[in-house]
């Protein structure tokens, strides 16, 4: 979906899903207690989605075991962010209406509070960017953030995004409706504020 040669050399011994600090994996019917204990937070909720009723156990593990069962080649993907010495689940990256003609797809992320602030998002972000434009040919990845969401917005500036435009009264919380704002960031972008990853494998 990219016409011309992206404007970096590539680094072909680089690990597409272990940063420095983070391994991308697959998520499992057994991480349910961790994507609960996520989920429990309403703050967590409205960030990521919106507010829903509770969700049960077997409900969790069944979403899972649907997620796990996806074929690799499905661009839309829910992968667990694990810290790369413990292994422990640290929250979850996905990629959401992924569009192959068009070469556009969503990224979404979140962290657990007590592992925030250690750049696992960042690296995950940086690794499933890298592996949608790098290795699957997207052209263009974007987020949808809530206007309260400032943590996220300054993220994605961070990536090196647009703001690309602002979606009014796009949702509703806590009595109340609410922007949505539309970020950008293509993958010419994206190579150029970041270049080919370094570490070896
Ligand atoms: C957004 C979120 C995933 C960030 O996770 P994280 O692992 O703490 O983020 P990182 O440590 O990798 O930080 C990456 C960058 O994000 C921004 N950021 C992260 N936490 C921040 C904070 N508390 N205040 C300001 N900026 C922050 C910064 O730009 C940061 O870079 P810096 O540390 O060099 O300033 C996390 O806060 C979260 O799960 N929030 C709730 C869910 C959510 O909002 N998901 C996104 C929906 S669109």
């Excluded at 290795?135 to 703001?163: C, I, P, T």
Aim: aromatic letters at 10%.
């Amino acid at each position: 979906m990219i016409d011309q040669e992206l404007p970096v050399q590539h680094d072909m011994s680089r690990p597409v899903w272990r940063g420095s600090s983070t391994i991308l994996r697959r998520v499992e019917p057994r991480d349910w207690e961790t994507v609960m204990a996520l989920e429990s937070s309403s703050s967590y909720q409205r960030a990521w989605e919106r507010v829903t009723a509770p969700r049960s156990p077997e409900q969790c593990r069944e979403w899972l075991r649907q997620e796990a069962a996806k074929d690799p080649l499905d661009d839309n993907f829910l992968l667990a962010i694990t810290d790369r010495e413990t292994g422990v689940m640290v929250g979850c990256v996905n990629t959401t209406q992924a569009d192959p003609v068009a070469g556009r797809f969503h990224l979404g992320m979140a962290v657990a509070p007590e592992h925030q602030r250690q750049g696992y998002a960042w690296e995950a972000g940086l690794l499933v960017l890298g592996y949608m434009f790098g290795e699957r040919r997207y052209q263009k990845a974007q987020a949808y953030v809530h206007d309260f969401n400032e943590v996220s917005q300054a993220g994605m500036l961070a990536f090196g995004a647009q703001l690309e435009g602002r979606l009014r009264r796009h949702d509703f919380f806590a009595g109340r409706y609410h922007d949505n704002l539309i970020f950008g960031l293509t993958a010419e972008e994206f190579f150029a504020a970041h270049g080919p990853a370094h570490e070896t494998a």
